[in-house]
């Protein structure tokens, strides 16, 4: 088997987030997603250690990351990725640690409190981030659950339009699925 490139971890080409802030989704084969966690420094570190022990996060129904990326001179990272857990409530974290309660209006005061200025809705502020995603792949070709690695890619290549179709990757076809949150207020 060939040594795997340093660009890839556990079957995601992670070349172009080098060096950048992001929260990371973890989503199975429908998108849902799984688990959410940040990163400040090394991503491929971080994607390994969810990969081995008893609470592995990166099981291998994990087949795309959105990945968000975040300027954390303006967004407290760990705020934003906690309000990205209070919305979609993946599986694989344990708790809401910083928002309680049901109610926008709470959410957004809480976050300013914690130096998170939310403009507009929940809904709308989250999605005035860029993201990307990435589609898990595999060295190798007898693994046929991936998709052999590709060329490297810039990172503008792997973001996301929103098709309108029910298998969309895009964070604005994810909060309407996913969020718990709009269909508890929904008329
Ligand atoms: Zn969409």
Same mark, same amino acid.
């Given at each position: 088997?060939?040594?795997?490139?340093?660009?890839?971890?556990?079957?995601?080409?992670?070349?172009?987030?080098?060096?950048?802030?992001?929260?990371?989704?973890?989503?199975?084969?429908r998108?849902?997603?799984?688990?959410?966690?940040k990163?400040?420094d090394?991503?491929?570190d971080?994607?390994?250690?969810?990969?081995y022990?008893?609470s592995r996060?990166l099981?291998?129904?994990?087949?795309?990351?959105?990945?968000?990326?975040v300027?954390?001179?303006?967004y407290?990272l760990?705020?934003?990725e906690?309000?990205?857990?209070?919305?979609?409530?993946?599986?694989?974290?344990?708790?809401?640690?910083?928002f309680y309660?049901?109610?926008e209006?709470?959410?957004?005061?809480?976050?300013k409190?914690?130096?998170?200025?939310?403009?507009g809705?929940?809904?709308?502020?989250l999605?005035?981030?860029e993201?990307?995603?990435?589609?898990? $792949?595999? /060295?190798?070709i %007898?693994? +046929? &659950?991936?998709?052999?690695? *590709? $060329?490297? /890619?810039?990172? %503008?290549? +792997? &973001?996301?339009?929103?098709? *309108?179709?029910?298998?969309?990757?895009c964070?604005?076809?994810?909060?309407?699925?996913?969020?718990?949150?709009?269909?508890?207020t929904a008329?």
């Amino acid at each position: 088997m060939p040594k795997k490139p340093y660009t890839h971890a556990k079957g995601f080409n992670i070349t172009s987030l080098q060096g950048k802030s992001i929260l990371y989704l973890f989503r199975n084969k429908r998108g849902k997603v799984i688990y959410i966690g940040k990163c400040e420094d090394d991503f491929k570190d971080r994607i390994n250690s969810h990969d081995y022990g008893i609470s592995r996060k990166l099981t291998p129904v994990i087949h795309y990351i959105t990945v968000v990326i975040v300027d954390t001179s303006i967004y407290p990272l760990y705020v934003l990725e906690h309000l990205f857990i209070w919305c979609l409530l993946p599986s694989k974290n344990e708790a809401v640690w910083l928002f309680y309660g049901n109610e926008e209006d709470e959410i957004i005061q809480i976050a300013k409190e914690k130096k998170l200025y939310i403009t507009g809705s929940v809904k709308e502020f989250l999605l005035s981030f860029e993201s990307v995603v990435i589609e898990r $792949e595999w /060295e190798d070709i %007898s693994a +046929k &659950k991936y998709k052999r690695y *590709g $060329e490297l /890619e810039q990172l %503008s290549s +792997k &973001k996301v339009n929103c098709n *309108g179709k029910r298998s969309c990757l895009c964070i604005n076809c994810l909060l309407d699925r996913q969020s718990v949150r709009w269909k508890r207020t929904a008329p």
